[in-house]
């Protein structure tokens, strides 16, 4: 695996050359431009052959059991941060595809995280309806697909939380982003990531 360390941003978690350096607190452009998607992201490696060859049998193959090696790296991933929240989400599955999987494979790895971190687990408060499959669509087409597929059902649950989400696969972040927006309409305080590993363009 492509594990990520140091030097990288402070807020996305974005990965840097190793002998770059950029002083204290780093931020790429797009957390410069103040354009990040949650308060902060975190990612244990980067999706290429290497995690892929890992996260497609977790995901599409039954192999539930990778859970613990990936949910070990995500924690890994939080060492150098204060993880102050409330509560740990899993990104929600839609229905049809949780009946045809038969499980949802964020839960299967935000569980073992809210137990080392000794957080409640959120998986019912926020819904997801199905649309069809996203496939190689640009970063634009992606917010727009994604774009009204979360609705939260308890909003007593999310009022005032600080929620860490957590996902297998980062990709453009439109998932992560639509989620906060829902959250924070329904009055969540902040809205932090975690994922097994993140799809790194160049910038
Ligand atoms: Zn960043």
């Not at 996305?12 to 797009?30: H, K, S, V």
């Not at 996902?167 to 959250?183: H, I, P, Q």
Request: with cysteine; aromatic share 8%; hydrophobic share 40%.
């Amino acid at each position: 695996m492509n594990w990520i360390d140091n030097p990288k941003c402070i807020k996305c978690g974005y990965p840097f050359p190793a002998d770059l350096d950029l002083g204290g607190a780093p931020l790429c452009p797009t957390c410069a431009s103040g354009k990040c998607e949650l308060d902060w992201i975190r990612s244990a490696c980067v999706y290429d052959d290497a995690s892929r060859s890992a996260m497609l049998p977790f995901k599409h193959g039954g192999r539930v059991q990778y859970a613990n090696f990936m949910s070990r790296a995500m924690i890994w991933a939080l060492r150098d941060i204060n993880v102050d929240v409330d509560v740990v989400m899993p990104v929600p599955l839609a229905n049809r595809r949780l009946f045809k999987r038969g499980y949802n494979q964020a839960t299967l790895l935000a569980r073992p995280i809210a137990k080392v971190l000794g957080i409640n687990i959120d998986i019912d408060s926020v819904r997801r309806i199905h649309r069809p499959d996203m496939g190689h669509k640009n970063a634009r087409e992606r917010a727009e697909n994604i774009h009204g597929v979360f609705s939260v059902v308890c909003p007593d649950k999310i009022r005032g939380k600080r929620i860490l989400l957590v996902d297998d696969v980062m990709t453009t972040g439109a998932t992560f982003s639509e989620l906060r927006r829902v959250l924070m309409r329904a009055g969540a305080s902040a809205v932090y990531g975690v994922t097994f590993c993140r799809v790194v363009r160049a910038i």
